[in-house]
């Protein structure tokens, strides 16, 4: 990103303000922020949902804007916290991500996501209805589909809105330890919630009323002192009051 500036249409406030960015292939990035900060923005312009008013994005290089959107979109898959669910069978809401998948191709995202013990309690498998917007399933199991269709997918980027608030313990345990096979061999890029997740990011970037304020690993950030390390300490304090 190179002095990306943007407002949404109709707004006088700039949703993002000369944003300068480098992510480097295989890295993990986290966007961090207070609500309305700019991270979601941020993740939709890597996917052409809008186009910089001011400066420019670069995937390898090329500009996003020359690049056609099918192109552009199988690039980069995206894990979203709400996972929209077609009423169809399971096996298409998956195969969705990549029509024209071997059943070998399936089986392999299908063990990614740890979906088989769920398939295995379907009254038709694969091929049980899951209802209009997945309502046959839980949240995590939603969010397990999600996982699928992104390693069927195979995509070199991946972007992750990693909240899991809305699950329990022992689902956000093992839907975290499923993400963090798909992250392998990709580039990341997380839309942080939790801040105690994305320690381990190779790069902080943090965003506050669309401009980027701080960024660097969570350790240097800590020492900083800084916009990060507040918001560190808030997430700390409420977690302890709760």
């Known amino acids: 990103m190179q002095g990306l500036t943007f407002s949404y249409p109709g707004q006088t406030r700039y949703a993002l303000k000369d944003i300068n960015l480098k ?3 295989g890295e993990t ?10 991270k979601t923005t941020t993740a939709q312009m890597l996917m052409r949902f809008w ?3 001011v400066g420019l994005i670069k995937l390898n290089g090329t500009d996003l804007r020359d690049y056609t959107l099918d192109d552009l979109r199988s690039r980069i898959a995206l894990v979203a916290q709400d996972t929209y669910l077609f009423n169809d069978t399971l096996r298409a809401n998956i ?4 029509p024209d998948a071997s059943e070998t191709e399936l089986k392999n995202a299908i063990e990614g996501a ?19 917007r997945g309502t046959s399933l839980s ?7 999600a996982i699928a269709r992104a390693f069927l997918k195979n995509a070199p980027i991946l972007i992750l809105d990693e909240a899991t608030s809305h699950l329990d313990s022992v689902n956000e345990s093992e839907i975290r330890r499923q993400l963090d096979r798909l992250k392998v061999n990709r580039t990341t890029i ?9 320690k381990e990011a190779d790069q902080i970037i943090v965003l506050e009323e669309g401009s980027l304020v701080e960024s660097g690993r969570h350790t240097d950030l800590i020492e900083l002192d800084g916009f990060y390390a507040k918001l560190v300490s808030r997430q700390l304090s409420s977690v302890r009051v709760g």
Do not use: F
């Not at 990035?29 to 700019?38: I, K």
């Open 23 to 25: 992510i480097l292939s």
């Open 29 to 38: 990035v986290a966007l961090v922020g207070t609500s309305g900060a700019g």
């Open 51 to 53: 186009d910089p008013d």
């Open 95 to 98: 195969l969705i991500a990549k």
């Open 114 to 132: 740890a979906l088989g013990d769920l398939i295995a309690t379907l009254p038709d498998g694969l091929n049980t209805e899951v209802g209009e």
């Open 139 to 145: 949240g995590g199991q939603r969010q397990r589909v």
């Open 190 to 198: 997380i839309i942080a919630h939790r801040l105690s997740t994305i």
